[in-house]
């Protein structure tokens, strides 16, 4: 896997106060502590869309049964 150093982002004092805080008190580094927040944030994500795709495919297939019951 390609790794890229490059990420500039302006975070707010109190934002980046915090995350300091965060990884001082998990005893890891800043950068990790950041790529691992974003990597559950990511995979939260996905989930969801995997939830909500599954959620509309079984209310299609609750449509065309009731049709077919109705018929």
């Known amino acids: 896997m390609k790794k890229r150093t490059q990420l500039n ?3 707010e004092e ?4 915090n995350l ?3 990884a001082l008190s998990q005893n890891i580094k800043l950068n990790a502590l950041v790529k691992e927040i974003l990597s559950e ?4 994500n996905i989930s969801s869309e995997i939830e909500k795709s599954i959620s509309d495919e079984l209310d299609a297939i609750k449509k065309r049964i009731s049709k077919l019951e109705n018929s």
């Open 9 to 11: 982002i302006e975070i």
């Open 41 to 44: 944030k990511i995979k939260s």
């Open 14 to 17: 109190d934002l980046l106060k």
């Open 20 to 22: 300091k805080f965060m």
